[in-house]
């Protein structure tokens, strides 16, 4: 409960700066809602009066009234809309601004999963959906209902207390009423969807498999059965749910004819008796609008938890800038005893690993899936602070330089390199935005990527799709490999630079890569293959977290052990596979 | 896009929804009869009470017409939502089907999502139309014909003006609707640019953060976001107008019925009760049509989707001439006859003849996108050349019933889907009857067991959404075993140690070899390491097919 609570303060402290804007929208709604209800109430006096035959002038205040009312009503509700929308817009634009730089300042190994990410896109517009389709109307509706009790109570308290009680229970009972139905209906469908959405998935991305093994007929089977099934559930709860909105039909004629008894035992005049009636009528009917808010808050929910949550979690830690800012150009870094653990009592996923890479050096990182490369990756570049021992970058601890400076220093290609839905110079200048073409050019031919460039119809300007959607798994890491090379940190990491390439094709690049690479910047090359690493001036043999193996390739390639293994094996495959080239 | 409020296809095509959209067109023209019945009493209520009197026939007459309607309006709602039901239901079995009928490669890339989605979540957004916005549509037929025939009655000159002014309500809409598509279309690629970008920065916020580049792209999303929110205003702005002004053509609309009225009424021309009903009445005459407006746009989404869904579903599968041929046993000679491969943009294989005799191990080499998995695509029936044929035995395959031909064969492909169910369930595809040895059998051959016993149910661990929980050699394995399983005198290995390390590599070039002793294989191979054991070697190149194997090697 007071996790909800919370979340709805945090939006509104969210909605601060607009408030004046949203309280003047909240009163332009009570304002359209009050002035129809004012029209009937209005045109029925004087319809009523009219009966009695009067002079037309005692009619002339009224028939103005009416008018004014009528179009009055109109204009609110256009100046209301946009005055609610406009101010709400604001606000998401600056949750989006707010949500993006808490994620953007969040470092540390707790990374949220792509799902996580996007459906944190779609929560931010729930904070919309609550302003708009639940405050707003919910406080209109609310101060509408006060004011026309408050109205009905001059002319007679009985028929006052008669609405008081028909609101309080549209405006209140109702819309309890309907939450807890919503809210079952939801716990109940959920799971279904959910399975159902599951069922979706294997059917389309597995199509294959189930094909190939003949087994499309038993996964339709199952699918026609949920299906069914979420069909029928929906159907029950259906009746439920509609039963809120009849009772609301019923309650507000219920309540005018009550008000219209009440009112003749009271003896309020006649013309007032249908005032009266009329406008309880339209009260309740508005009241009534509390009941949609009360549905779309509960859907609201779970997605304003959710953007509460992050935006209210405790400010990370901003890093104190260290003394020098980090430039361009040769750089050291050393590791001495890092020793990393991601959970108490787990085995550590690095153990004491020392590594000196000073300007120049070349060191090859390798080793089995899990033995803890791209953990050493993410403590190099500072993602991950070790539990123990020293990272350095020119001899001060890595973690007291500002985060935001540190990839210009180290950095480069780094697991999962997102290519993003923009042109293939927007992509690339992201590793320097103040790149020439020239530079464009050389990045792009050192990663193999130029002539495909060259062959494209628009060139540098080419959009990729979403998600590099529209470039083949290659041409992606080729594209995310030549913006490391334009990036040009001092510490150059590439994290495994060559997947989906082909072996001559990997050795190819690798090579041209490293030659682009300037003089005096150093690479560490994370890689699960063993070609290409002559020339380096050390290779470490990683093992469930630990150095095993350390040494130039003729070492080690000399001496037994896991590399040696490896390379024999690599050796004879690829040399027949060369050899058989045409 | 279908801008129709009603798709005709619907109706053809869910037959089971005729009867509740039936119901719910006869619930509208009864809700039309009591608006009429609870205005008429209602203003006999007033009539007299303004002498202070209680009619009570009239106060009891309101108080069952509004019980009338509450009851209409829960049957209404149900009977809308048991129709959304019935659709949704009715549409996601269709969807699925067509992906089973039209095969994988139909399905295969960006529409294998796009239909997930559809079938999944997208037709969710068919809730709204059909509650929301069709029994609208209904009643803004209903109710002004009934009102006109109920003020007819009592005051001809009033019905006249209420049945001259009610078009201008869609005249006027669809004047300003055609306005505000076309301005909506200008804004609609903006829109969908600057909102994808949010979403586009929020997935590659690990990239940014590696280049620096994170902090300073917090102003762009600002920026954007705020170019975003400028665009969804000038849209807004133009919709919301026109309901402005079909609310004032509404609002004048009355008071061009309401002012003689009045008059009449000063003059003694007319009683009170029938001025209070067309009072009344009037208003109720134009709401559904502008209730309709209002909610079309909120139930677009939907719309939508129903026209995705008829649409996807509604393209033929493509038909095999004539009764299916018996499937050859598969181990008989396999010959590929000038074999070529057209798609849509490229072609995957040209003039491509090979054949492969019983029990030899053919490895595939050439680079990524050449046209290898496109081979054994052909082979599978899951492509169907552009010309060519391809024959087992002397059987041309295209008269094949592609199920029967397919159980001669297993197939390992780059990446196996792993399904959201248990482990066993996973291995056993396509034979859920497989006795328990069997299975432990083809487990101990993928060398899968130790990978099994380290699962905290075994067999029985349920795996999440595609296969989540297994790493990429573990489920490479899997796959293994269900080619084990199958135990096809024909195996087809698609790449099936790419993405592994050297370790998992390792296991599962062992496992591959004992998969392919004793079969004819077909093996395309990423990596060196693959082909020690092939019998020959051929090369693929831009979809044509070079013999690697020197002369005298060749059996």
């Known amino acids: 409960m007071t996790g909800r609570a919370s979340a709805e303060r945090a939006v509104l402290r969210l909605a601060r700066p607009y408030l004046g804007r949203l309280v003047g929208a909240g009163l332009l709604a009570t304002a359209t809602e009050l002035a129809g209800l004012a029209l009937m109430a209005t045109a029925t006096w004087l319809l009523m009066s009219a009966a009695g035959q009067p002079p037309l002038d005692r009619l002339t205040v009224a028939i103005v009234a009416v008018r004014a009312l009528a179009i009055g009503r109109g204009v609110f509700r256009y100046t209301e809309r946009l005055a609610g929308h406009d101010a709400v817009l604001r606000m998401i634009t600056d949750v989006r601004a707010r949500v993006f730089a808490t994620l953007a300042a969040d470092r540390g190994p707790a990374r949220r999963s792509g799902d996580t990410l996007s459906r944190l896109v779609s929560d931010v517009e729930a904070v919309q959906d609550l302003l708009l389709r639940v405050l707003v109307p919910g406080a209109a509706a609310a101060l509408v209902g006060v004011l026309a009790v408050a109205g009905t109570a001059l002319v007679s308290v009985p028929a006052a207390g008669v609405l008081a009680a028909g609101l309080l229970l549209a405006g209140v009972v109702l819309p309890l009423l309907a939450t807890r139905l919503t809210r079952r209906t939801a716990d109940q469908v959920a799971p279904l969807r959910g399975a159902l959405a599951g069922d979706a998935v294997d059917l389309t991305h597995g199509a294959a498999d189930l094909a190939a093994f003949g087994a499309t007929g038993t996964a339709l089977q199952a699918a026609r059965g949920r299906t069914d099934r979420l069909a029928r559930l929906e159907r029950r709860l259906a009746a439920a749910g509609f039963a809120v909105d009849a009772a609301g039909v019923l309650l507000a004629g219920v309540t005018a004819g009550a008000v219209v008894l009440v009112a003749l035992r009271a003896g309020v005049g006649g013309v007032l008796v249908g005032v009266l009636a009329v406008g309880a009528l339209s009260a309740v009917e508005i009241a009534l609008a509390l009941v949609g808010a009360a549905r779309q808050h509960t859907l609201l929910r779970a997605g304003l938890d959710r953007v509460a949550a992050l935006l209210t979690a405790p400010a990370a830690e901003v890093t104190v800038p260290g003394g020098a800012a980090v430039g361009g150009g040769p750089h050291h870094v050393r590791l001495d005893g890092v020793t990393v653990r991601y959970r108490a009592g787990a085995a550590p996923a690095l153990a004491g690993v020392d590594l000196d890479l000073p300007a120049g050096r070349r060191v090859a990182v390798v080793g089995p899936s899990g033995a803890g490369k791209s953990t050493l990756t993410a403590v190099v570049t500072g993602t991950v602070v070790p539990d123990a021992g020293r990272v350095t970058l020119d001899g001060a601890e890595l973690s007291g330089y500002p985060a935001e400076e540190l990839p210009r220093a180290i950095g480069g290609l780094l697991a999962e390199a997102y290519v993003f839905h923009a042109t293939v110079r927007e992509n690339l200048l992201l590793g320097r935005p103040d790149a020439t073409d020239e530079e464009l050019a050389a990045a792009a031919r050192a990663a193999g990527l130029l002539d495909w460039v060259r062959d494209q119809p628009h060139g540098w300007d080419t959009v990729v799709g979403e998600e590099g959607g529209q470039l083949s798994g290659g041409q992606r890491q080729r594209l995310a490999l030549a913006r490391a090379v334009l990036a040009a940190p001092g510490v150059l990491v590439l994290d495994e630079p060559t997947e989906g390439l082909d072996p001559a094709a990997a050795d190819a690049v690798l090579a041209s890569v490293l030659d682009a690479t300037p003089a005096g910047h150093s690479v560490l090359l994370i890689s699960h293959r063993l070609s290409g690493l002559a020339g380096f001036d050390e290779i470490v043999v990683l093992d469930a977290g630990r150095v095993v193996q350390r040494g130039r390739h003729a070492d080690l390639a000399a001496s037994a052990g896991w590399y040696r293994d490896q390379w024999l094996l690599q050796e004879a495959a690829e040399r027949g596979y060369l050899a058989l080239r045409p | ?555």
């Open chain 2, 1 to 555: 896009m279908n801008r129709r409020p009603f798709d005709p296809r619907l109706l053809r095509r869910v037959p089971a929804a005729r009867r509740d959209l039936a119901v719910l067109a006869a619930l509208g023209g009864l809700t039309a009869l009591v608006i009429v019945a609870q205005a008429t009493a209602l203003a006999a209520l007033l009539a007299t009470a303004i002498d202070g009197r209680l009619d009570r026939a009239a106060l009891a007459g309101f108080l069952a017409a509004v019980a009338a309607r509450a009851a209409l309006t829960w049957a209404q709602g149900t009977v809308a939502a048991r129709a959304a039901a019935t659709v949704k239901a009715a549409l996601r079995v269709e969807l699925l089907a067509a992906v089973g009928a039209h095969g994988p490669t139909w399905v295969a890339g960006q529409r294998a999502g796009q239909l997930a989605t559809l079938a999944g979540r997208g037709l969710d957004a068919l809730d709204a139309y059909f509650t929301g916005y069709l029994p609208q549509l209904v009643l803004s037929v209903t109710v002004p014909l009934a009102v006109l025939a109920r003020v007819g009655l009592a005051d001809w000159s009033s019905a006249l003006i209420i049945a001259l002014t009610i078009p201008l309500i869609p005249v006027f809409g669809a004047l300003l609707g055609w306005q505000a598509q076309a301005a909506t279309e200008r804004q609609w690629r903006r829109l969908a640019l600057l909102g994808g970008h949010f979403l586009d920065m929020v997935a590659g916020l690990a990239t940014l953060r590696a280049f620096g580049r994170a902090r300073n792209q917090v102003e762009v999303v600002r920026r954007m976001a705020d170019g975003h929110r400028a665009a969804t205003m000038r849209t807004l702005r133009i919709a919301f107008l026109s309901a402005l002004v079909l609310e004032l053509v509404a609002t004048l609309s009355v008071a061009l019925v309401a002012v003689p009225v009045g008059i009449r009424l000063l003059g003694g021309g007319l009683t009170l009760s029938t001025a209070l009903l067309v009072l009344l009445l009037t208003p109720e005459a134009y709401l559904p049509l502008r209730a309709a407006g209002s909610r079309f746009h909120a139930s677009m989404e939907g719309l939508t989707a129903l026209d995705e869904a008829l649409t996807v579903t509604a393209a033929p599968a493509a038909a095999r001439p004539g009764p299916p041929a018996p499937a050859p046993d598969g181990r008989g000679e396999i010959r590929f006859e000038g074999v070529t491969v057209e798609y849509e943009r490229t072609t995957a294989l040209r003039d491509v003849t090979l054949t492969i005799r019983p029990g030899e191990r053919i490895a595939v080499i050439g680079p990524s996108g050449a046209g290898k998995s496109t081979l054994l695509g052909v082979l599978l029936g899951f492509v169907t050349p552009t010309s060519g044929r391809v024959t087992v035995d002397g059987v041309d395959l295209a008269g094949v019933d592609p199920d029967a031909w397919r159980r001669r064969l297993a197939w390992v492909p780059q990446r196996a889907h792993l399904f959201a169910a248990s482990l066993a369930d996973n291995i056993t595809l396509g034979a859920p009857d497989t006795p328990p040895p069997a299975l432990a059998a083809a487990v101990r051959d993928a060398a899968l067991d130790e990978v099994v016993a380290a699962l905290p149910d075994g067999l029985d661990t349920v795996l999440g959404e595609r296969g989540h929980g297994l790493s990429s050699g573990q489920r490479q394995r899997v796959a293994l075993a269900r080619a084990f399983l199958r135990d096809a005198p024909v195996v087809l290995l698609d790449e099936p140690t790419a993405r592994l390390d050297s370790a998992s590599e390792a296991v599962v070039l062992d496992a591959t070899r004992r998969l392919v002793a004793g079969r004819t294989a077909l093996l395309v191979a990423h990596r060196p390491a693959l082909l020690a054991d092939a019998d020959r070697i051929i090369r693929i190149e831009d979809g044509r097919l070079t013999e690697l194997t020197p002369a005298g090697v060749r059996p």
